[in-house]
């Protein structure tokens, strides 16, 4: 139980174009999702928490009409990076705290999106 | 500022021993203390949760302890194989949202 997915799980793209990532939360459904990115032995930094049916929360530093965030059901939840350029390029990781035989404390975590950008 | 502090440099023991890992905070009162492994390239997976009012959980061959006065929490695998080798992050909850540390690598060699 309690599995999350992401999709691509790694995307070569040009400077400029726009790249979307998915997460879904496969068999709970998924009220709340985080989106972080980490760079090389680097802690995992929280870019945004998402509400589903509501919009984001992002961290401070992180542009958030750069970083376009959709929760639009309780199992799906997209991280479009617009525009994106070299220092984009990330470890991009999305969890998810829900309900539906799952612990309400626990982030259950995706495999990850590996982003570089040319 | 709120600081969470793992050793950076990895910890190398021989298969068998007992593998004790730290995670030190500052300037936090977290209601609970998260433990996760992440391997190369791959997300974090969960380990154990350790809530402000315990001392001590266990699971299997995992202990985690919580110190909420000296502000630190230990993580041990006893009995260590090769297959625990892996990149191991303490997490602190706060305000709904977890702050990670930079982690700490175990290497347990045969």
């Known amino acids: 139980g309690a599995v999350v997915s992401q999709h691509p799980s790694w995307v070569i793209c040009k400077s400029g174009t726009s790249v979307k990532i998915e997460c879904r939360s496969l068999?709970?459904?998924?009220?709340?999702m985080f989106w972080y990115r980490q760079f090389p032995k680097q802690s995992l930094m929280l870019m945004a928490t998402s509400n589903e049916g509501s919009k984001a929360t992002y961290e401070q530093g992180v542009e958030k009409d750069k970083f376009l965030i959709n929760h639009a059901s309780l199992t799906l939840s997209t991280l479009t990076v617009t525009s994106a350029h070299p220092e984009d390029s990330s470890f991009y990781i999305c969890?998810?705290?829900?309900?539906?035989?799952?612990?309400?404390?626990?982030?259950?975590f995706g495999p990850g999106t590996r982003l570089t950008v040319l | 500022s709120q600081k969470i502090e793992q050793n950076s440099e990895a910890l190398n023991i021989q298969e068998g021993k007992t593998a004790t890992l730290t995670c030190n905070y500052t300037?936090?009162?977290?209601?609970?203390l998260q433990w996760y492994r992440q391997d190369p390239g791959r997300g974090p997976v969960f380990l154990l949760l350790?809530?402000?009012?315990?001392k001590e959980k266990r699971k299997e061959r995992l202990k985690v302890t919580f110190d909420t006065t000296l502000k630190q929490s230990l993580f041990h695998i006893t009995a260590s194989q090769p297959a625990d080798s892996a990149t191991y992050l303490c997490a602190l909850e706060g305000y709904s949202t977890l702050t990670f540390g930079k982690g700490t690598m175990l290497l347990v060699s045969p």
């Open positions: 068999d709970f459904q998924a009220t709340t």
């Open positions: 969890s998810a705290v829900g309900r539906g035989g799952v612990s309400t404390d626990t982030q259950y």
């Open positions: 300037n936090y009162s977290p209601a609970y």
């Open positions: 350790i809530r402000e009012n315990e």
